[in-house]
């Protein structure tokens, strides 16, 4: 695992936020959860504010750490898709509960959040 990368002193909780420390991280997860999976292109029209060079390496962090798994599709023309793997889905009840704390508190503090993330009330089976 390339970007998980413990201190001498790291300990379980450092080790689950290096898992999805980053900027899109776990905006990406949600997304693959949610709605995935999706292509590169489809994944960089869903945020528009990222860059290809940045997308590129969240995405290649996200799988070397086995949350995501890339894969080509069957057809004339194979194309790559991302998808949440069994271990990613069992880092979403986390970022679930991070979401409605975060929610919760922006409420509390009557802010307007720069990046607006709706999470489903349920969550649909993965096919």
């Given at each position: 695992?390339?970007?998980?990368?413990?201190?001498?002193?790291?300990?379980a909780?450092?080790?689950?936020?290096?898992?999805?420390?980053?900027?899109?991280?776990?905006?990406?997860?949600?997304?693959?959860?949610?709605?995935?999976?999706?292509?590169?292109?489809?994944?960089?029209?869903?945020?528009?504010?990222?860059?290809?060079?940045?997308?590129?390496?969240?995405?290649?962090?996200?799988?070397?750490?086995?949350?995501?798994?890339?894969?080509?599709?069957?057809?004339?023309?194979?194309?790559?898709?991302?998808?949440?793997?069994?271990?990613?889905q069992?880092?979403?009840?986390?970022?679930?509960?991070?979401?409605?704390?975060?929610?919760?508190?922006?409420?509390?503090?009557a802010?307007?959040?720069?990046?607006?993330?709706?999470?489903?009330?349920?969550?649909?089976?993965?096919?």
């Amino acid at each position: 695992m390339s970007c998980v990368k413990l201190s001498k002193n790291g300990c379980a909780k450092e080790f689950t936020l290096a898992m999805f420390s980053g900027k899109w991280k776990t905006v990406i997860l949600c997304n693959l959860h949610y709605h995935g999976p999706y292509r590169f292109n489809e994944l960089m029209r869903l945020l528009p504010k990222v860059s290809h060079k940045v997308l590129t390496s969240q995405l290649r962090e996200l799988v070397e750490d086995q949350l995501i798994t890339r894969y080509t599709g069957a057809g004339s023309q194979p194309q790559v898709y991302y998808a949440l793997t069994a271990l990613g889905q069992s880092l979403m009840p986390i970022i679930d509960a991070m979401c409605a704390w975060g929610e919760h508190r922006i409420q509390h503090l009557a802010v307007t959040p720069q990046y607006n993330i709706h999470l489903p009330a349920e969550t649909p089976s993965q096919p």
